[in-house]
């Protein structure tokens, strides 16, 4: 596991031996992981965000609308 994104509002994880990235929304405490094609979907994504316009406010409302329907409530135990 390696921590590729880092801000007040989010963390991205990259698992590259699953082939996989978890995004986990701090403020509203979940999480959604995508492996196979849906991380494939996610990357270009984000590789589709202009170079000039990826700052921590346009990073953090895209993973937000990518979360939003799809993300899980993070569960201690």
């Known amino acids: 596991m390696k921590v590729i994104y880092n801000s007040r509002h989010f963390w991205v994880f ?6 996989a990235f978890e995004l ?17 979907h996610f990357c270009r994504a984000m590789e589709g965000i202009p170079e000039d316009e990826r700052d921590e406010a346009t990073i ?8 939003t329907g799809s993300a899980r409530p993070i569960v201690f135990h």
């Open 60 to 67: 953090d409302a895209f993973l937000d609308d990518y979360c």
């Open 24 to 40: 986990c929304d701090k403020d509203c405490q979940r999480t959604l992981f995508l492996q196979g094609a849906s991380a494939w």
């Open 14 to 19: 990259a698992y590259p031996v699953r082939q």
